[in-house]
């Protein structure tokens, strides 16, 4: 079946570095993919989704890239801040029809 | 109402007792879905409801665990006979259709703890 896998965090970062966060997923068909972030004390809210192979999703400086001749989406930002600081989900939905399945979240803090 | 609505927001049971979990979402979303969050994890997916067609149960870790919703609107969870390994954060998510590309609004979710 349809899965989702997400690097382990927690992931610890200085204010302004890159980030990246590794996503790669397995599915039959051309699934749709997302992240969600939830800051702390807060539900999830969608961050940025993509919707067929080399779709770039962007929102709030972050950037995430359907690649579908490595089953990836990772999510990327070139100067991270405090404000960052949160849990990403990496998410699919593989038809209409079909669940919405998430990876297992990364912890994302960033340093002063 | 404006966003999707998850009652309570605490629940504090003894293992063994049956517990039930209410879930409000956007008026006129037809999609809604049930998630389990234990505390440091991921999101597991639980229960799909899609407008008229059979839900997919799939998510369901075993028969002590179902859910009903009453035409497009409001959804139960129910759990019978608590275990302790139960204790989470339950969320709900509606979206409008259950379009490919659409997103999920979630609630503020619904804390358990089995004693």
């Known amino acids: 079946g349809d899965s989702v896998t997400q690097m382990e965090g927690p992931v610890t970062l200085s204010e302004e570095a890159f980030l990246t966060i590794n996503c790669t997923y397995t599915a039959t068909g051309y699934p749709s993919l997302f992240w969600y972030v939830q800051y702390p004390g807060e539900g999830l809210q969608l961050l940025l989704k993509a919707t067929k192979a080399d779709d770039k999703g962007s929102n709030k400086g972050f950037e995430a890239t359907y690649r579908k001749e490595t089953t990836s989406f990772h999510l990327e930002k070139g100067s991270v801040q405090v404000s960052d600081s949160a849990v990403y989900f990496c998410a699919l939905k593989g038809s209409s029809a079909s669940k919405i399945i998430f990876g297992s979240g990364t912890r994302l803090s960033i340093r002063p | 109402g404006a966003g999707v609505s998850q009652s309570p927001s605490n629940k504090v049971t003894e293992k063994g007792k049956d517990v039930e979990l209410r879930c409000d979402p956007i008026s006129g979303h037809t999609a809604l879905y049930w998630y389990r969050q234990r505390l440091g994890q991921g999101l597991e997916f639980l229960i799909y409801?899609?407008?008229?067609?059979?839900?997919?149960k799939s998510g369901l870790p075993s028969d002590r665990f179902s859910a009903e919703r009453t035409g497009e609107s409001v959804s139960t969870l129910t759990i019978q006979r608590t275990q302790q390994e139960d204790s989470a954060v339950y969320l709900c998510?509606?979206?409008?259709?259950?379009?490919?590309?659409?997103?999920?609004?979630f609630g503020s979710g619904t804390q358990l703890s089995v004693l």
């Open positions: 998510a509606s979206s409008l259709s259950g379009g490919a590309n659409e997103k999920l609004f």
């Open positions: 409801f899609q407008g008229n067609s059979a839900p997919d």
